[in-house]
């Protein structure tokens, strides 16, 4: 018993925290490269008179924390930051035919336009405000206005279109015009209903794609920016060998 007792005496005590610290590093660094460094750094400099449970729980606490970077994952990044919050803007592009290159073609068309023009904030992210009836752009797919946000026009002194609802669809009347002047865009979108759909027949479809077409036999649906009531569609159809703008959107 005198032996344990001069064995666990404070000098021993200090040695054989300095044993357990020792062990518990082995066993981490067998775990995580990354903590090696960190971990012996701590044991060296560590005070034989401060308790060694405290070094104990240091321990286990580095070797929590590390869990997330090992694995790649990250907690703490912030979400991409976007014009939702602060309002978004539109424009038109300059007149063309009813074969973009279908929706990706007029979203790159849309990008490059907004650089021309120097567009608000990241100008890579404008895409193209219309529907395809191929199923490539609608409001459940590749949808392009934010809901409950405010959209303004750069044709119009930046003034205020409208605030999209839930469903990130524009007001059934405007606050303001697209634009102080007549024009038509291709839109290929439907609101006679409450939900804007794609109109069936009137995206300029070839061989199964929409918007791709140069076809005076194939037909486009419109939009008139400055006729109240049939800004998004609703002013008729083009022939696809008809030039007309469409519109872009900041995102």
């Not at 024009?183 to 439907?190: R, V």
Request: proline share 4%; aromatic share 8%.
């Amino acid at each position: 018993m005198n032996c344990i007792r001069n064995f666990l005496s404070r000098s021993n005590r200090g040695f054989l925290a300095r044993f357990v610290s020792a062990t518990l590093v082995v066993i981490f660094s067998l775990t995580s490269c990354t903590l090696w460094p960190i971990l012996t750094t701590v044991v060296v400099s560590k005070p034989e008179s401060e308790n060694s449970s405290s070094l104990f729980l240091l321990l286990l606490a580095q070797g929590s924390s590390s869990s997330d970077s090992t694995n790649g994952t990250s907690t703490s990044s912030p979400g991409q930051v976007t014009c939702a919050a602060t309002g978004c803007s539109l424009f038109l592009t300059p007149v063309s035919n009813g074969n973009f290159g279908g929706v990706s073609g007029a979203d790159t068309s849309c990008a490059a336009q907004a650089a021309v023009i120097g567009a608000p904030g990241n100008t890579t992210g404008y895409k193209a405000f219309l529907m395809a009836e191929d199923g490539t752009r609608s409001l459940t797919t590749s949808w392009v206005l934010y809901p409950n946000a405010n959209y303004y026009s750069i044709e119009n002194s930046n003034l205020l279109i409208s605030t999209t609802d839930a469903n990130g669809q524009f007001a059934a009347t405007l606050t303001n015009e697209i634009t102080p002047s007549a024009g038509l865009a291709y839109t290929g979108i439907d609101t006679s209903g409450v939900t804007w759909i794609p109109r069936t027949g009137q995206s300029c479809v070839n061989a199964g794609a929409s918007w791709t077409s140069t076809s005076a036999g194939v037909t486009g649906w419109v939009a008139n920016p400055n006729s109240p009531g049939i800004e998004i569609g609703g002013a008729g159809t083009l022939t696809c060998a008809t030039a007309a703008s469409i519109y872009c959107v900041q995102r």
